[in-house]
């Protein structure tokens, strides 16, 4: 028997220019006065934090504010952040300014604040024990300063584990924030690096959810069996589709001028819809090799980015296998597909399996995304070990939407070394 029900959830959500200064009342409406607010010293510098730490000050909050988040969380960084919160704490509330990353480490400290164990406790099996959380978590506030993660609407902390050269995550609806304060101003100080790379992560969630595997077609669960991610359906397509149609109008824009206030809006819309789009259905193989892309990353650095320390930021480890992977999945639904392609460029090919790939590549190559994955330091000899990281990814890959196994993922990444 297949399944017959989807499920959706999403927090509440706060969109607007200057959002962001109503957090006083927001917390308010929890009964909360002592507030953790998590950011990273880059979100730091553009004085967003400090701003709304003092906003909140004046409203009669007690803030504590750490700023130590990696970018690209690790277990290292998120048990630093753990540690740190324990010490300070207890707090009634808790409130993320910046991009995945930030939202990523305050979902990490949320859980381990509030339930006993340690982090490898409750990373997704078989690295971690997957164990679910027994207390209730405090109110979780995210404040997204990037357009792209969709954190601010998932259930997922995603991290690296260092000694493994793994990345992996932990998974629970408890972990998904109360509220998403969703305030595109805030968004202006991306730089355009970052803006490329996070608005892929838009576009491949977008693009995963659309061409997940249908809902109605798993296994029959029972209703203690039922996961976030449940396979597209109406309520993600909607979301999805629409999140595609702004990306074509915005992002060039946006990423060729900063400072252009309507493109900064609707890619932050962009990126709203489709993490509450993938947040419901999932995403698939781009998300499951973008994992080993990032975690074994040996020198590459991108400009925009702080620090000096070698990074495949998520969004563009993600990027780099899209074209590769979404000529595989084609033939599964080549509707789908060609509707994707179809909303993206409406001018552009309309026919074939590599017409979404196509639309894809050029417009990797005009926002400045690296020419594959040789651009990021890795080769035809790595194929084995990133082929080995993604097939630990089964969570992800139980959600594309044909099966794909060793041998479909090899060449997927042997197709990504070089795009154009």
């Not at 999403?10 to 200057?18: E, I, Q, S, T, V």
């Not at 932990?170 to 970052?194: C, E, F, G, K």
């Not at 900064?264 to 999932?282: D, K, V, W």
């Not at 070698?310 to 969004?315: K, L, Q, R, T, Y």
Request: with cysteine.
């Amino acid at each position: 028997m297949t399944e017959q029900v989807f499920t959706y959830a999403a927090p509440a959500l706060k969109f607007g220019r200057g959002a962001s200064a109503e957090l006083a009342h927001d917390l308010g409406q929890y009964g909360a006065r002592r507030v953790l607010l998590v950011t990273d010293a880059g979100v730091a510098a553009t004085g967003h934090p400090a701003r709304i730490a003092e906003r909140l000050g004046a409203a009669g909050f007690d803030v504590t504010t750490y700023d130590q988040v990696h970018v690209e969380p690790t277990d290292a960084s998120l048990e630093h952040a753990i540690a740190s919160a324990r010490d300070a704490g207890p707090f009634d509330a808790i409130v993320a300014v910046g991009g995945g990353s930030s939202i990523d480490t305050a979902k990490a400290v949320n859980l381990l604040t509030t339930n006993p164990g340690e982090l490898m406790d409750y990373l997704n099996a078989p690295i971690g024990k997957a164990r679910a959380p027994e207390q209730p978590l405090l109110p979780l506030v995210a404040v997204p300063t990037t357009t792209g993660t969709g954190s601010e609407s998932t259930t997922i902390c995603v991290l690296d584990v260092l000694a493994l050269q793994v990345k992996t995550g932990i998974s629970h609806p408890a972990l998904r924030p109360r509220l998403a304060v969703v305030d595109p101003d805030l968004t202006m100080t991306q730089p355009a690096a970052v803006t490329a790379a996070a608005g892929m992560d838009i576009l491949c969630h977008a693009l995963e959810s659309w061409t997940a595997r249908w809902y109605a077609d798993f296994e029959a669960k029972a209703p203690e069996q039922r996961v976030p991610y449940c396979g597209a359906n109406p309520v993600a397509d909607m979301w999805a589709s629409k999140a595609l149609t702004l990306l074509a109008g915005s992002f060039r824009d946006a990423v060729r001028d900063g400072g252009d206030p309507h493109a900064r809006e609707q890619m932050a819309l962009a990126a709203t819809f489709a993490g509450l789009g993938f947040g419901n259905a999932g995403v698939h193989i781009p998300h499951a090799c973008a994992y080993p892309i990032a975690g074994r990353v040996r020198d590459f650095h991108p400009e925009g980015y702080p620090g000096a320390e070698p990074i495949v930021p998520h969004g563009m480890a993600v990027a780099l296998t899209a074209p590769a992977a979404f000529a595989f999945t084609f033939d599964a639904d080549p509707d789908r597909h060609l509707a994707a392609a179809r909303m993206l460029d409406p001018t552009g090919r309309t026919e074939g399996p590599d017409a979404l790939p196509s639309v894809l590549r050029t417009l990797m190559h005009d926002i400045g995304i690296p020419n594959g994955l040789a651009a990021v330091g890795y080769g035809a000899a790595d194929v084995e070990e990133l082929v080995a990281g993604a097939l630990a990814q089964q969570r992800l890959l139980a959600t594309a939407p044909k099966a794909v196994g060793e041998a479909d993922l090899a060449e997927v990444f042997r197709e990504s070394l070089e795009l154009w």
